[in-house]
Every structure is written in C-alpha cells, then in structure tokens.
C-alpha cells in the first residue's frame, strides 16, 4: 500500500511539498524541470546530465553534435537538489540510494527507463562519443548487430530502410544472429555459421528494463509483463495514490520513444500541480496512448517515416528529424528551457 506523507507546517507558512524523481532520462527531465517552481524537486540519477538517447548515434560520427544533445542537469534544474546514485529501495515515505540517502518523499516518480551503462559525467561522456568516431574513422569494417531503428540509424524500417541500405553499400544479413562471447580478434560466426570479420561493433539490440531493484520493494506487486510498472491512466501506479511512472517503465501499449516519455512528463506535472494546489483527483488529467509512428534517420538527409497505414521514405521525413533530431525541440523553453 502506497501512503502519502503529510508535510510539516512552519509558522504560518507551509512547506513546499517534496517531489522525488527517480531518472533523469527524457520523462525525468522534463517533469523536474516542469515542477520545480511549485514544488521541493529532488533529482536522483546516476549520471550528473542528460543524454538524449535518439542523438547519441549521429553524435558517434559526428563529436560536436553531443555538445548539445549531452546536458548537465545543472544547466536546467539550477535550484533543484541533485542525488547522483541509484535507487535501491522504495518504502511508504523513503526512496533509499546506493550511497546511503534515504530521500522522503510526498510524491515519487519513476523514470528510470532502460538500463544503459553511462559514466558519471557529462565530461566523460562527450569522450566517448569522441573514442567511437576515432575507432570509426579508423575501422574499414563495421559490424552493426541488431536491425532495428537504433541499428538502422547508426548504419546510415523495414523494406524501404533495406532498399536504402544496400545502395550504400551496407552489406545485410538477415534471419541470423551472433553470440559475441565468440568475438576473437575480430571474427565472429553467425548462428548459420557464416563467419563476418570487422574491425569495430555495435550493439543494437536493445537494453533491459531498469526496474529488477523494483522486484524487493513496496511495488513488486505493481510490476506485470516485462518488469513494466502498471499505470492507471493518470499515469499513477496501480494502486498508489502518490507514486507515478512515466517513460519506457511503463505498461502502456504504444512505441517507446523519447517523445512519448516527454508526453508522459507533461501529463504527470499537470497532476502533480494540480494535487500539490489541493485540486480534487476527480479533475486529474488523462493520457491516451499514442499511436504508432516512427521517424528513423538515413543519414543527415533522408529518413524513413512509418504510420499506421503508410510508409514513406526520402527527403521528406528526412526533413522532419534527420538535420537537428529533435534536439532543439527537446532543449526548447517548453522542455528544459533552454536555447535550442
């Protein structure tokens, strides 16, 4: 059962109410920057910035793009307290973190997304991105595992994407797959027993679920399919009335992207305020899944745009994502309020 704590008055002045957010990924983001004037925002993540995932490919090939798309989290959330850790355990009223916090809370929100493994600072990052293009620049052969848009984009959904590979000379093999433990200087076998030589890889496959430390918690019970938290349609989870999910944690049936965890944001600080402000739930607001579509990236000029009842590909949908990737939309006054 999930209580919500009550706050202490001073005087005659009451205490902002305390807002915790685990994540500090697309939804986590947004959401602390959207409440922190209404509210006490406590940030807990284990990196000290924000990396916009659907940019780290282009910034592999392309260094400077990262100096954009990688922020602090100070440079957005000035007055905001910030936890760099992990989340370890959740109880009533107390976040508990890897380096012994215990965080009380009035509201809690659950960001954490995938797991990614990721250095502790923005620093740290932006030389990685510059030790991938190295190994790059210097690679003849690239091998790329996965097909999927991560896989797709980094290589340069379906048939058109296919169609487009194979004019750039990116050699495809389909209906295979490869164990990496097998990797030995540089030679790998697939599962057909096809043997692929290269230089450097990538993996595209996907990550797992950032919710396993879930499992011990006051919300193990709330965890269905895939370890996904179950969220009612305020985005509240299944049965707690102060604890909330957003972004790719939760059971909603639609596409995980960054867009949909920056919507999800945007729902759940309307509520947020609106419960902070004494507002009755009767009034909280809704969220409709979104419907499939999704835009991958081929190359700085075309892409692959892909609706319910229609696939499109060239310099049109190109246009929509491939030249900025969204970054300065997501940077933008209405997000993180900064220049895009």
Not at 39 to 47: C, F, G, P, R, Y
Not at 133 to 158: D, Q
């Amino acid at each position: 059962m999930c209580l919500q704590n009550q706050t202490v008055e001073l005087g005659e002045k009451k205490k902002k109410k305390r807002v915790v957010v685990i994540g500090g990924g697309a939804g986590g983001s947004v959401l602390a920057y959207s409440l922190r004037s209404v509210a006490e925002v406590i940030l807990i993540d284990q990196k000290e910035y924000f990396n916009m995932p659907w940019a780290s490919l282009r910034s592999m090939v392309e260094p400077s793009f990262a100096e954009r798309s990688v922020i602090n989290h100070t440079d957005y959330l000035p007055n905001v307290q910030m936890i760099t850790s992990s989340a370890t355990n959740i109880t009533d009223s107390e976040v508990e973190t890897a380096d012994g916090h215990k965080v009380a809370y009035d509201y809690l929100v659950i960001a954490t997304g995938h797991l990614e493994p990721a250095p502790k600072t923005r620093e740290e990052r932006l030389n990685e991105y510059k030790a991938e293009f190295e190994k790059i620049k210097s690679a003849n052969t690239v091998l790329i595992v996965g097909g999927g848009p991560t896989g797709v984009e980094l290589a340069g959904c379906p048939k058109k994407a296919l169609d487009w590979l194979i004019t750039k000379k990116v050699e495809v093999i389909l209906d295979q797959a490869i164990n990496l433990d097998s990797l030995s200087d540089g030679i790998v076998k697939t599962s057909a027993g096809e043997t692929i030589r290269a230089d450097c890889h990538f993996i595209c496959t996907g990550r797992p679920m950032g919710s396993s430390w879930l499992r011990e918690t006051i919300l193990k019970d709330s965890l269905g399919i895939h370890d996904r938290l179950m969220v009612d349609q305020n985005l509240r989870v299944r049965g707690c009335k102060n604890i909330f999910a957003i972004g790719d944690i939760t059971d909603i049936k639609e596409i995980k992207q960054g867009y949909m965890a920056q919507k999800h944001a945007q729902v759940t600080a309307k509520n947020l305020k609106l419960l902070i402000m004494g507002g009755s739930e009767s009034k909280m607001a809704t969220y409709k899944p979104g419907f499939g579509m999704a835009v991958v990236s081929l190359g700085r000029k075309e892409g692959v745009a892909q609706f319910p009842l229609l696939t499109i590909s060239g310099y049109i949908p190109g246009f929509i994502k491939s030249e900025d990737l969204f970054v300065g939309r997501s940077r933008s006054s209405k997000l993180l309020g900064l220049k895009p």
